[in-house]
């Protein structure tokens, strides 16, 4: 039987050999390009076979600020697209792109943009209690790979925050060619990877090790996808908040998606919520770093606070002993947590580390 993974490569086989081929282009920016096709043909898997009216319910929403409106009627736009004239939208996403960023970049809109993806992200977890995770998921997946296009000319590196000038900052993205492996697979391997023969271990060491990755099985090509995932993921969900002040709260060493192991629960979340309504001071602007002995396999946690939307939000960034590090933000008004546990298969585990950050917040 064949994984899921290459079931997914099979798909796109079809799309890539027909739009992911070379033309005059550099390589990055055909790099990107091949990228940009592997997010439509997952955006047009979320969409497939939807009815139009529940996509509506899915997609729309009311937005009432006139600095996001632009964006959220390019996107809706590239959305329907999708799921009427899948083609099309493949065939023209890159140019999308491409077209998009020049106009953010021209007329300095980044802080904008980024406003505007936490609008979608804020929306996304009320979409996901009406039932419409998949396709709001794909959403947020179309504004990420946008995102990935601010940095077309330096692609090793991503975008982590907005400078209080409305500038983008920058920095090394800890595994900005994981996925190139997969493509040479696709152009040495095709017969492999159509289900003609059988993709060996050999194929897969000399596929994705020229990159730096110790690559022998399908599970391990998953196990990477996972970790550059859970990385791309949070790092954009934090770059709303993060500033020449706040930089310290970026992720340095990547999160490995191990079994966590978290420390045990004193009183419930909502008692620790309910002292922080009525906290009347802010920890110092530099933020302050908690070391723990005896906390599961939290080492420490680095913690800052923003005003940001007429409330106080809580950073955090949280240090393992073996696992790497990942980030998340509390909303002490709006009581909105956001961890990468969230939304997952684990959710017992985003309400553990939520019960723990919330109540080192109210002792703090």
Known sequence: MKSYLEEELNNLLVYQ???????KETWAEWILRKRTINIACMIISSVAGMDFSDFELALYFQCNDPKVKGFLK???????????????????????????????????????????????????????????????????????????????????????????????????NPHPYSDLGSYMLEKNYPAYLNGTKKITSEHLYRAYQPYGYEIHSMEEIESLEAMVKIYDNNNCMMIPYINERTLKMQIVEPYRHFIPNFPRQWKSTEFYQEKLQHRNYMLPMSGVTAKFHNAGDIKKIRFMEVLRNDQIVLLYRVSTDYNGEYSGFYGTKSKMFYSIFENTNQPEWHEKIKNFIVGIDKRT
């Not at 050999?17 to 033309?23: A, H, L, Q, S, V």
């Not at 406003?115 to 997946?141: M, N, P, T, V, W």
């Not at 504004?143 to 900052?169: P, W």
């Open 74 to 172: 390019s996107y809706e736009m590239q959305m329907e697209e999708a799921a009427i004239k899948p083609e099309r939208f493949v065939e023209n996403l890159d140019f999308f792109y491409h077209r998009t960023c020049l106009y953010i970049e021209e007329n300095h809109l980044f802080q904008e943009f980024f406003d505007f993806y936490e609008i979608l992200e804020k929306q996304r977890r009320l979409k996901i209690q009406q039932g419409h995770k998949q396709i709001f998921d794909a959403y947020i997946s179309l504004l990420m790979q946008q995102v990935i296009y601010f940095c077309r000319n330096h692609i090793e590196d991503s975008v982590v925050g907005v400078t209080d000038a409305g500038d983008l900052i920058f920095r090394k």
């Open 17 to 23: 050999k027909k739009y992911g081929k070379r033309g």
